[in-house]
């Protein structure tokens, strides 16, 4: 820790959740990161448990050793010599990566594309992964200089502001969906991800209908601001939606599950010239057949949005920060990080009060 401006910066050893195979994870003991020059190093307080995160847990994805996390609030614990404009204490949102601004994909807005931005750098040990599931997370010197590293003002808390990145990711397909005022979206699932579709479509003035096999999930749907919610398995949902939109169908739907019968009900529920978006990931080998007609009688647009965009960020704090949208409703479990392994149980099977699922490194 030569480099470390802070001499005084106690931590040598922290608690992670180490990824040591598909389903392993285990509670150590691993050495605090190193700080280069241009690193910070942040205490995580908060971090949520993503979706992502339990499919890199669960499914053979990524070589272990590892430790994920990338939805993280905490406070910086350290900087580097050379580190400008930060300081020990400040509270702060961890983006987990930044593209890199020049590349042709970046140019185009698409930073999602960007080689730079897909390779995730923050890291608590191992391969960096994201890092958020330990104590402390190492911030990279491109990230701390890009603006990867946020702010949290005094008003919101940690678990508020761990929603930052979430709220980026659905921000941008809804952006990307380019849902206006006055319009009707479909939501297909109603988990964290899709009650959050639900207060941003309600947010920029739309109308949202939600779908959900859970009657609980439905239920909350309502409360966030859906104005209609129905299970799946309902045989006159698409009639009931036809009737909900003029006899039109919705403008646009978006897809948060990964369910092949989720998708073909959004094309009967989709207007004519309408949108789908995918937003869950499918498992690779799902294939879906489809009539190309579809896509040129019907003109419907498929598209897909993956991870968040630099381009909403300002957007997505500000919607979180002054509570535009009520992440607080979302919140439903808190764990200490020694208990990850049930928190993904927990997700995996979730109870009717199951939403949003966060976890606590530090007590
Ligand atoms: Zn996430
Ligand atoms: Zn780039």
Not at 38 to 66: A, F, H, M, N, T
Not at 278 to 305: C, K, Q, T
Request: aromatic share 8%; with cysteine; net charge negative.
């Amino acid at each position: 820790m030569a480099s470390l401006n802070n001499p005084l910066q106690p931590y040598k050893f922290m608690k992670a959740q180490v990824f040591r195979g598909v389903n392993q994870l285990s509670y150590e003991e691993v050495p605090v990161p190193d700080l280069k020059a241009d690193e910070v190093l942040v205490q995580v307080k908060v971090v949520g448990l993503c979706q992502s995160d339990i499919k890199k847990i669960r499914y053979p994805l990524y070589e272990p050793p590892r430790i994920f996390g990338h939805e993280t609030a905490g406070t910086i614990a350290a900087i580097g010599a050379e580190v400008e404009h930060w300081q020990v204490g400040q509270r702060v949102v961890v983006l987990h990566h930044i593209p890199c601004m020049h590349c042709g994909y970046c140019l185009n807005d698409n930073f999602s594309m960007c080689e730079v931005y897909r390779k995730i750098t923050t890291t608590a040990g191992f391969a960096p992964s994201g890092g958020g599931f330990a104590e402390f997370v190492k911030v990279p010197g491109h990230i701390v200089r890009q603006g990867g590293l946020i702010t949290i003002p005094d008003s919101i808390t940690f678990e508020q502001a761990s929603f930052v990145e979430p709220t980026n990711c659905c921000l941008k397909a809804v952006k990307k969906a380019q849902v206006t005022a006055g319009e009707t979206v479909l939501i297909t699932g109603a988990g964290p991800i899709g009650l959050m579709f639900v207060m941003l479509v309600k947010h920029f003035g739309a109308r949202a209908i939600a779908t959900d096999l859970l009657p609980s999930r439905l239920e909350k749907a309502l409360q966030v601001g859906a104005e209609a919610a129905f299970d799946p398995r309902d045989p006159n949902l698409v009639a009931q939606i036809h009737d909900l939109t003029g006899g039109m169908g919705v403008d646009t739907t978006l897809l948060a599950v990964p369910s092949e019968k989720a998708f073909f009900q959004a094309l009967d529920c989709t207007r004519r010239g309408g949108k789908i978006l995918f937003f869950a990931e499918f498992p690779d080998e799902v294939e879906i057949p489809l009539n190309p007609n579809v896509l040129y009688r019907r003109e419907i647009d498929l598209m897909g949005s993956y991870s968040s965009s630099y381009r909403v960020q300002a957007l997505a704090a500000d919607l979180v920060f002054n509570r535009r949208i009520d992440v607080d409703a979302l919140v439903s479990d808190r764990y200490p990080l020694k208990d990850l392994a049930l928190a993904v149980e927990r997700a995996v099977s979730p109870t009717p009060d199951t939403f949003k699922i966060l976890i606590y490194p530090t007590s």
